[in-house]
């Protein structure tokens, strides 16, 4: 079941397009990353698919039915990429106003636990750090156990364990059924949380794939290992302390390797990680 769609849609901002033609799906139980540059058209992108923006061309919906609609509305979560709260009210009241809004939300005993927001749970909110706001506004995203969650950079800001939590939520809304769409700068977290990329540029779709797809359409493997003094590798390229070698076979690059009597010091074969099957000539084309 498609439970999110834009499809061929246009939206302009005076003689700036923002979108042109833009189409793509979130299906039901999927995580979905829609990455792209600054600018490329994400934020417009998910405006006009919540129903906040009016596309000029083309039609958005959501589980089948127009955005704007509140039946729609009551199955999304969403964080923004920036939150503006009521600055005097408590963290437990601004949890407990949004979870009024959905009809079996989690209870806010278990939303506390699973970000961790017992600790700030009496304060006001206009005294929270950057960080605090942000977790915060990714847990009221989560606050009503909605069919699909839209995330906006949710990790922005955001310490080791508080991105950690994230991470964890997004993965359990994912294996419980329920569909995630987040953008995110870090195409490693995309890597991470995502079966699926949208890449926008320009506000066109520019590619549509499953993340392993990608990452085998560069068809190279990643040759890493220490550097030596006196050294010298065919092909090598400095990364630090190490050289790293992309190659269309690592077995027979070790062997050429072990040939030329290189010493193999902390080596590693892996495979191309979604940012550099990005980069790779060819992949987006």
């Given amino acids: ?17 923002a979108l042109d033609r833009a189409s793509f799906t979130v299906g039901e139980g999927e995580v979905v990353a829609l990455l792209g540059p600054n600018g490329a058209g994400k934020s417009t992108a998910i405006a006009v698919l919540l129903g906040l923006r009016r596309p000029d061309a083309g039609t958005a919906r959501l589980f089948g039915d127009d955005p704007r609609h509140p039946s729609s509305r009551r199955l999304v979560g969403v964080t923004p990429q920036e939150s503006a709260f009521p600055p005097t009210l408590l963290v437990r009241e601004v949890v407990e106003l949004v979870r009024a809004h959905f009809e079996q939300p989690l209870t806010a005993t278990e939303l506390c ?33 909605a069919r699909l969650v839209v995330l906006d950079e949710p990790t922005a800001g955001l ?5 950690a939590a994230v991470w964890d939520a997004v993965r359990t809304q994912g294996r419980e059924g329920g569909s995630v769409l987040l953008t995110t700068h870090h195409l490693g977290e995309a890597e991470a949380l995502a079966g699926r990329v949208v890449l ?8 549509d ?9 560069g068809g190279m493997t990643v040759v890493r290992l220490r550097a030596v ?15 790293r070698l992309l ?8 062997r050429r390797l072990v040939l ?19 980069a790779a000539p060819g992949v987006l084309g």
Avoid: H, W, Y
Wanted: charged share 30%.
């Fill in 260 to 278: 030329e009597g290189v010493p193999l010091v902390d080596l590693e074969v892996r495979p191309l990680t979604l940012e550099e099957a990005l």
């Fill in 229 to 243: 003094p006196g050294v010298t590798i065919e092909g090598a390229r400095p990364d630090g302390e190490f050289v």
């Fill in 113 to 145: 636990e699973r970000f961790e927001l017992g600790r700030i749970a009496g304060r006001q909110l206009g005294g929270l750090s950057g960080g605090e706001r942000r977790k915060l506004g990714v847990a009221l995203a989560f606050a009503g156990a």
């Fill in 159 to 163: 310490d080791r364990d508080a991105r």
């Fill in 247 to 254: 190659v269309s076979d690592g077995g027979a690059a070790v």
């Fill in 200 to 207: 926008i540029d320009r506000g066109t779709v520019v590619a």
């Fill in 209 to 217: 794939s499953p993340v392993a797809e990608i990452k085998a359409r």
């Fill in 1 to 17: 079941m498609t439970v999110a769609r834009l499809e061929e849609v246009t939206k302009s901002f005076r003689a700036t397009r």
